[in-house]
């Protein structure tokens, strides 16, 4: 921070720090007898996959939803690294927000470029026919 100043945000580096200041409070939170209740879950044989779990469900909206809110690189990574097309995100944001697909020929494109020969409405809603 002393090297870019003050009016640079560093939101991967306040994330680590949230993170880090999470796994210490979870390790002293199992061990009081105070607010061991509190993580409970977390001494669970799965205890790791249900924290697992309660973090994609916090990504995954935002993943679809509302990229925009994620910075650029992460959102570069999911955008590569998800598996699937941006056009195919871009149809999921809008059934999801209840809007018609703007880009059913894309879409349509897409699938036909996989080998799968798909019709789709532009009127469709969840759930939808497909």
């Known amino acids: 921070m002393l090297l870019t100043g003050l009016n640079t945000q560093h939101t991967s580096l306040a994330v680590y720090i949230l993170m880090r200041a999470a ?8 061990k ?11 001494t669970w044989s799965h205890g790791d996959i249900f924290l697992m779990c309660l973090s994609s469900s916090q990504i995954l909206p935002a993943c679809i939803l509302k990229q925009d ?3 650029p690189t992460y959102r570069s990574f999911l955008n590569k690294h998800g598996g699937k097309d941006l056009v195919i995100l871009h149809g999921v944001k809008e059934l999801a927000s209840g809007l018609p697909i703007s880009n059913v020929d894309g879409i349509e494109n897409y699938y036909k470029a996989l080998g799968d020969n798909i019709k789709l409405g532009s009127d469709m809603t969840i759930p939808c026919p497909v």
């Open 69 to 71: 809110s994620l910075s």
């Open 32 to 42: 009081s007898k105070r607010f061991g209740h509190i993580c409970k879950p977390l």
């Open 23 to 30: 796994a210490l409070a979870s390790g002293c939170g199992i």
